[in-house]
């Protein structure tokens, strides 16, 4: 028996030889690793990272993909380490915010390989950033809710007070303030961005408190569940999908949402890389690059049971007079698409909740400021939790 | 303000659900002297279970029963290690959660993100849900909050009126004395480990079918361990059981409403194992007997050892 398990062992290991040396003969091919903070069936913000992976590997014959999910910040030292020396990586994709430092620290360690960020300000000579905001579709859904609601109480379901959401929230508010400018914005904080249990309660608690128009910023459908559930029992509320396409989970009650392509974005680094042209500049991706997107799901960016509502609902407005809601969506979301210098939300005045002009007049906030947005505009109610 | 207060009941005892069915579980099995924590495992064993055989059979009762089955298979690895190997209790609980949880995300991977459309309908007592302010919260639920309810108060009764619940009792207790008795205290132990593992499954259960309606890994979120927490609030009373659970449901479901207040959220947060704490501390300085713990708790039982 014994000398079976040393012949096994010793064939194995023949074998694994055999296959390390046919690995390394190719050597035209980039191999990229992925690492990720939650696990890629988490519906958000993971899940949309990994079918830009998935995406860039079916364009390119010469790429090869690994990734790793649920990594823990504290952890990603460890992992982007196997990745180089274990996986042999040319490149590795950081997705989360708290690998910033490790990843320009491994960018230090490892001179001769390529890092990409996502969504983080610090770089070196090999190490990149890049982004995708969804701050223009919350604009759009936002001219969507106020013209919708009826109670003019607007819920928002978000995780954590950072720039990032507190950006999503305001832009959200603009878009209400455009088509009824009596709504106002409330907002609850669940502290995750996994909580399916959190945020559904924090839903259900501003339903109670009179919103009937809700969005979110959180990795779960949980808050359109909620809205799909009411409108069920004969109270209709609307809702706005986040990331990833969660229009299934509430077809009465979904009215739009956001979407994130990150493919194009993960050719685009890609094939840069692959070519020799890849710097390490920031690449920072909106509608007009076509990385965010309006829409609950792939194929209609406003749910067909509400276009003849949105028809319906006229706007009195500075740009195009009186228009429906439908057609100011429409007018400015190919706005959006040719670029932030023809259209943008954040263009002045605006003031904030406590008063104070914060963008002048004809101004608009660059992005820059937009990254380090901490003041809720002036139809948001509350104050931003320390 | 009506309504605020009727959605915050209702929301109550929803929250208070998958709560009350565990810890109740719970209760069962350590009056028999197993301390079992692998609640959090088995209930995302049972949320998956539910999840994936309602979505292909389109039956939410056998979803149900079959998370049941799940729990109970499951359970038998930890009345195993526990009772037959005599194994630290503690040690196989862990494991068992963590293997119930790694389980739940391997097998439920192709399941994510699926919405599910057969729904269990909420079950309305004709006239007694017209009674106002009550009548919607009390008589107006998922079929899964009767039950709770129902499982709770029989549990009470079996543990507290019937041979076979004292005999339950009396294994905690005392092994010894009670194997003297002709009764056999493996099969109490193994009994009630898996009675346990199943009344977790069923909690799952409403979580991924009554409550999401969808399968994401890690939704039970804690739930089994404030479960584990509540056996003790309890005092290992399954009456008891149903206060406690529905009033950390209650915890739970304020956080949110207490918000716009300006008090922390952080600090919301903690509130219900701030609560947990405290009645511990209460309890102990008045009179550590009356914590009512089985007195062989997490010890194992060795059969003819002196």
Not at chain 1, 94 to 105: A, E, L, Q, V, Y
Not at chain 1, 208 to 220: M, Q
Not at chain 1, 273 to 300: F, M, R
Not at chain 2, 11 to 24: D, I, K, N, S
Request: proline residues 4%; negative net charge; charged residues 20%.
């Amino acid at each position: 028996m014994k000398k079976w398990t040393l012949f096994m062992l010793i064939f194995s290991l023949v074998l694994l030889g055999f296959s390390a040396g046919a690995f390394g003969a190719e050597d035209k091919k980039i191999k990229a690793g992925f690492i990720y903070v939650g696990p890629v069936g988490d519906y958000g913000w993971s899940h949309a990272h990994d079918l830009g992976r998935k995406q860039a590997e079916e364009t390119f014959d010469w790429l090869e993909t690994v990734y790793v999910e649920s990594v823990a910040e504290s952890d990603s030292d460890r992992i982007i380490d196997r990745l180089i020396q274990q996986q042999k990586c040319d490149v590795v994709f950081t997705t989360s915010f708290g690998f910033m430092d490790p990843t320009i620290k491994a960018g230090k360690r490892y001179p001769d390989k390529l890092f990409m960020h996502c969504s983080g300000f610090k770089r070196s000579d090999n190490v990149g950033t890049y982004f995708g905001d969804l701050y223009q579709m919350y604009y759009l859904n936002g001219i969507m809710a106020g013209a919708l609601t009826k109670t003019n109480k607007i819920g928002y379901v978000a995780a954590f007070p950072i720039p990032e959401l507190i950006r999503h929230i305001d832009a959200y508010a603009l878009g209400i303030k455009a088509a009824n400018p009596e709504a106002k914005v409330h907002v609850k904080w669940i502290y995750a961005w996994y909580g399916p249990d959190k945020a559904r309660e924090a839903a259900e608690s501003l339903i109670a408190e009179g919103c009937d128009t809700l969005a979110f910023t959180e990795d779960t459908p949980a808050v359109i569940e909620v809205g799909q559930s009411h409108t069920e029992k004969g109270k209709q509320i609307y809702t706005f999908s986040h990331y990833s396409a969660m229009q299934p989970y509430g077809e009465d009650s979904v009215v739009s949402g956001q979407l994130m392509d990150w493919g194009g974005m993960y050719v685009k680094i890609l094939d840069d890389i692959h070519t020799g042209n890849w710097t390490n500049e920031d690449v920072w991706w909106l509608a007009k690059e076509g990385a965010a997107i309006l829409g609950g799901n792939e194929t209609d960016p406003i749910n067909p049971k509400f276009v003849d509502d949105l028809k319906q609902a006229m706007i009195q407005t500075e740009a195009f007079g009186k228009i429906s809601a439908y057609d100011l969506v429409m007018k400015r979301y190919d706005q959006m698409k040719q670029g932030v210098d023809v259209f943008d939300p954040f263009t002045g005045p605006v003031y904030d909740s406590k008063g104070t002009l914060q963008i002048k007049a004809g101004e608009r906030a660059s992005k820059d400021d937009l990254l380090s947005i901490m003041y809720y505009v002036d139809n948001v109610e509350g104050t931003i939790p320390q | 303000m009506e309504e605020i207060i009727i959605s915050t009941l209702q929301r109550t005892m929803v929250a208070g659900t998958p709560l009350l069915l565990a810890t109740t579980g719970e209760i069962i099995c350590e009056r028999s002297g197993i301390l079992n924590l692998g609640v959090e495992g088995v209930m995302a064993l049972g949320a998956v279970t539910a999840f994936i055989v309602t979505m292909t059979t389109g039956s939410p009762w056998l979803g149900v029963l079959s998370a049941l089955a799940a729990g109970m298979v499951i359970s038998i690895i930890h009345a195993f290690t526990s009772v037959t190997l005599q194994a630290n209790q503690v040690v196989s609980g862990l494991a068992l959660t963590m293997l119930g949880l790694g389980l739940a995300g391997m097998v439920g991977k192709p399941y994510v993100g699926k919405p599910l459309t057969i729904k269990m309908d909420d079950i309305t007592i004709p006239v007694l849900s017209d009674i106002p302010y009550i009548g919607k919260v009390l008589f107006s639920q998922s079929p899964f909050f009767f039950m709770a309810i129902g499982l709770a108060l029989v549990s009470w009764f079996f543990l507290q009126r019937t041979r076979l619940g004292i005999q339950i009792r009396s294994t905690g207790e005392n092994p010894k004395a009670t194997e003297t008795q002709g009764v056999n205290v493996f099969l109490i132990r193994y009994m009630s480990v898996i009675i346990g593992g199943g009344f977790s499954a069923l909690a799952g259960a409403h979580l991924s079918i009554s409550y999401s309606k969808s399968w994401i890994e890690g939704m039970t979120a804690g739930r089994g361990w404030i479960a584990i927490a509540l056996t003790i609030f309890a005092l290992w009373n399954p009456g008891r059981a149903i206060w406690a659970a529905f009033l950390f449901g209650g915890i739970f479901v304020a956080q949110y409403l207490m918000q716009p207040l300006g008090i922390s959220p952080n600090f919301l947060a903690m509130l219900p194992y701030i609560a947990t704490l405290l009645i511990l501390v209460l309890i102990s300085l008045k009179d550590p007997r009356k914590l009512n713990a089985p007195a062989m708790l997490a010890a194992p039982y060795k059969r003819g050892e002196r």
